[in-house]
Nanobody, 127 residues
Framework: QVQLVESGGSMVQAGDSLRVSCSAS????????MGWFRQARGKEREFVGG????????YYGDSGKGRFTISRDNAKNAVYLQMNSLTPEDTAVYYC????????????????????WGQGTQVIISS
């Protein structure tokens, strides 16, 4: 079955950078659009960013624009989220999501569009 495992979550200081990773198994990875979401305590899950099957196209939510970069390595079945200039407002559980699509350049940006989810990795930013 499809399995997504996030890693790399940590506690860092404001202004630091952090990269979280998602390793996928049980799927033909290059046929899946991938995305990152986050959920802070007491708040709804929000879209951080998504990437197309080829990696050529990305799209970011308000929380990810300008500071975050999504990339993927189809040879390693992995997707990454590089986060820079972190602030305490970035503290959340970060989730990886996947969904098989037929259009190579499409980026999915809503939770309803994603079929599979990881368990999340905790990111804490201290002030």
């Amino acid at each position: 079955q499809v399995q997504l495992v996030e890693s790399g979550g940590s506690m860092v200081q404001a202004g630091d950078s952090l990269r979280v990773s998602c390793s996928a198994s049980g799927l033909a990875f290059s046929r899946y659009a991938m995305g990152w979401f986050r959920q802070a305590r007491g708040k709804e899950r929000e879209f951080v960013g998504g990437i197309s099957t080829t990696g050529y196209n990305t799209y970011y939510g308000d929380s990810g624009k300008g500071r975050f970069t999504i990339s993927r390595d189809n040879a390693k079945n992995a997707v990454y989220l590089q986060m820079n200039s972190l602030t305490p407002e970035d503290t959340a559980v970060y989730y990886c999501a996947a969904s098989e699509i037929l259009i190579p350049n499409m980026v999915l940006h809503t939770a309803q569009q994603y079929a599979y989810w990881g368990q999340g990795t905790q990111v804490i930013i201290s002030s």
